[in-house]
């Protein structure tokens, strides 16, 4: 039986709602699997099916067609993304209540101009539209976050200029840094506390890739079970030397 991580289920709802909807991730609100019988009940059809919130009284659904072998992924990976959306607290936790009374309203004003967010005292602009690849590794970094902390509050959609520059100024390509992003939650787990925002990724990836691609890479179990039989070999046949050159002398 196959089987998959969190954070492969999280991708696999997020990248489907990217890539196969005209919506996005902040405007799912769940999903369902669709079993059908047609044609006489000689053929069966499976769907999973998502949800975006309603429209005149009337559910938003997109509907994408899945195989039988497969519906046991899509409802882990629904049950986990619905799960990883709920919210445990709708009032304001401390931290939140203190930062409303000690900031200064004219210091953190948001002003719409022009279809684009800009807060005043900052250089930050957020594009209304994105390239579809930082808007996958944005999403990609903020499902990997939320596999070790349910409750972390980034907007992911605050990343991708940082990320699009990444891909546009810096030439990185979305491989590498997909594969950066997976070695940092496998093997460099150190930078995962260090790793929380586009801006950080941006920062940190010339170090990431020379420790990603610097680490010694560990031997498979087959390579180990070699390695120990051509050792055991290798110990039997000196043995065997030294009892030819005993007798010989």
Known sequence: MLSFTDEQLLNLINNTIIKK????????TGGSIQIT??????LMKYKVSLFF???NRNAIC??????????SIWVSALLLKTKSMQVKNNGMDLSELNEMMNISPSSN??????KEVVSKGSKNIV????DIDSEIIASDLYSRILTINKDFK???KKWIPDIEKMLRI???????IQNCLHWIYTSGKFWIPNIMSGKKLRDKFDTLSIQMNNKPQQKSKQQQNNDFIDEYFFNINKKDDDIIEVENE
């Open 21 to 28: 909807t005209e919506f996005e991730l902040k405007d799912f």
């Open 37 to 42: 019988s047609t044609n006489n009940h000689q």
């Open 53 to 55: 919130g309603y429209q």
């Open 62 to 71: 997109r509907t994408i067609d899945i195989k039988e072998d497969y519906l």
């Open 109 to 114: 004003k948001v002003e719409v101009v022009s």
């Open 127 to 130: 594009p209304t539209s994105y």
């Open 154 to 156: 980034g907007d992911y």
């Open 170 to 176: 810096d030439k990185r390509d979305i491989l590498d």
